[in-house]
């Protein structure tokens, strides 16, 4: 039974409520951005401070990801986004992991030099040791979930629009 489904709908209604839904998940993660940048300058630069809102962005984030390849809309979206860039949508996914992971190191590298090495020649050598080591590890892996979180969204998108072109034919 279908009790939960309204059949008739005003395409008009429906339109605005999505915009209202869309406005307030931007005023949710603008609440939750203020709310980590001013912890990070009341309680200083502390994960354990910011764990909620951290698994807001990343839980968003996840379910965005699921329902819109559930749904068929990654496959529309990467369309629409490679007609319009010169880069392709999976070309910036690789290249957003290399410089996530290359960011990562620079910040391990002089975190590191900083707070570790007594002499100047000790900085240098943490630092492009910590770096080099950093990058060799976070960048495969980084490019690795990333590139197949997206062929994976993008296949399971693939076949959602498949079933809804099978459903709409018969």
Known sequence: MNLLKNKIQDERVV??????????YLLIF???????????????????????EMI????????????ASQKGLF??????HDSKSKWSYQT??????????IALG????????????ETPLERVYYFFLTFATSM????????LVLVISYTAAKHRSD????????????
């Open 15 to 24: 339109h605005e409520q999505n915009k209202i839904y869309r406005e307030i």
């Open 30 to 52: 603008a609440i939750c951005f203020i709310s980590v940048i001013s912890k990070f300058f009341i309680y200083g630069f502390e994960m354990e401070h910011v764990v909620t």
């Open 56 to 67: 807001i962005f990343f839980a968003a984030g996840i379910y965005y990801s699921v329902r």
């Open 75 to 80: 496959s529309a979206e990467v369309e629409m």
């Open 92 to 101: 910036k996914t690789i290249v957003i992991g290399v410089a996530t992971g």
């Open 106 to 117: 620079l910040f391990f590298g002089i975190n590191s030099a900083v707070n570790y090495a």
């Open 136 to 143: 060799m590890f976070y960048i495969p892996i980084l490019v």
């Open 159 to 170: 076949k959602a629009v498949d079933k809804q072109l099978e459903d709409d034919e018969s």
